[in-house]
């Protein structure tokens, strides 16, 4: 089963790697050039050249001389893990097998942009891992394998980054032979129970301290590494912050933002609710108690 790699995030060059650890036919790798739009982009080239497979380095999967690339080395499948683009039905249609993709939320429900973000900041307590065969719209095509996983409350992004990739590692060594077998299942999925995230703005990475703590808390754990973190707005500058605790106190009659103490490179800030204490920042002068966030 011949097989053209397309990625282009650390998810991807992991996958990757497993494919070729388990001897699969892998003749071609298409990947971009990292830059600093995306916090996890991931230059595959390297593993490529690496074990004598062909590469092909482009921004754009669907031009024509990235289709032409991958035609001629005649593929019987494609797969596709991180790639931030959707791909034209040229494309979608040109290996017998179809288009392999994969989204960390259990579709068809969570589909569209940043799912991983997007759990976290709302709260959720578990998801799914799956690989699915891609077709013109965001994440609908039929369902290949599908596992749960866990959301702690301790996890953060990279935490569940991590989770991710173990989880579709085991997947990726289930359902491997099957596809080399050419005898595996195509589970439709129903398009009524589905919803679409949308594109994170810089803006949803605002910290308002209007907002509950817990509320506060789920942002912060979503946009830390290796996303780029949830920003506080001080002194005309903006601020990265990558962890906070959640602290429950009672004191109505203090403001939303209002620095509580300032000790030992961290604050207590109020909240809606309660506080929050802010414990990995880029704070170069730290607020001092009394001011407002």
């Not at 990558?242 to 800030?269: A, F, Q």
Request: aromatic fraction near 8%.
């Amino acid at each position: 089963m011949r097989i053209i790699f397309i990625g282009s995030v650390d998810f991807s060059a992991h996958m990757l790697q497993k494919l070729i650890s388990l001897q699969a036919e892998v003749v071609g790798v298409c990947t971009k050039i990292p830059d600093n739009k995306q916090s996890d982009l991931k230059d595959l080239s390297k593993i490529a050249h690496q074990h004598n497979i062909a590469c092909c380095v482009t921004n754009d999967i669907n031009d024509t001389a990235t289709r032409n690339w991958i035609k001629d080395l005649n593929p019987d499948i494609i797969f596709c893990f991180g790639w931030s683009a959707l791909i034209k039905k040229e494309l979608l249609t040109l290996p017998p097998m179809g288009v392999l993709g994969y989204h960390p939320t259990k579709l068809p429900k969570n589909r569209g942009r940043h799912p991983l973000i997007w759990s976290l900041v709302l709260g959720l307590t578990q998801s799914g891992s799956t690989f699915f065969f891609m077709q013109e719209g965001a994440d609908n095509g039929d369902i290949l394998s599908q596992k749960d996983f866990v959301i702690s409350y301790e996890d953060d992004a990279q935490t569940l980054y991590n989770k991710v990739i173990t989880l579709a590692i085991q997947q990726l060594e289930e359902f491997l032979p099957q596809l080399q077998k050419n005898h595996y299942p195509r589970i439709p999925q129903n398009h009524q129970e589905a919803n679409i995230w949308r594109k994170r703005s810089y803006k949803d990475g605002m910290i308002d301290f209007r907002m509950h703590s817990h509320s506060i808390y789920n942002l912060v754990r979503a946009l830390s590494h290796p996303y780029p973190g949830a920003t506080i707005r001080y002194k005309e500058e903006d601020i990265k912050i990558w962890k906070v605790k959640e602290v429950m106190l009672d004191i109505p009659n203090i403001e939303p933002g209002k620095v509580l103490y300032n000790t030992n490179n961290t604050l207590l800030v109020k909240t809606a609710d309660a506080a929050v204490e802010i414990l990995e920042h880029e704070f170069i002068t730290l607020p001092k108690q009394g001011e407002y966030l």
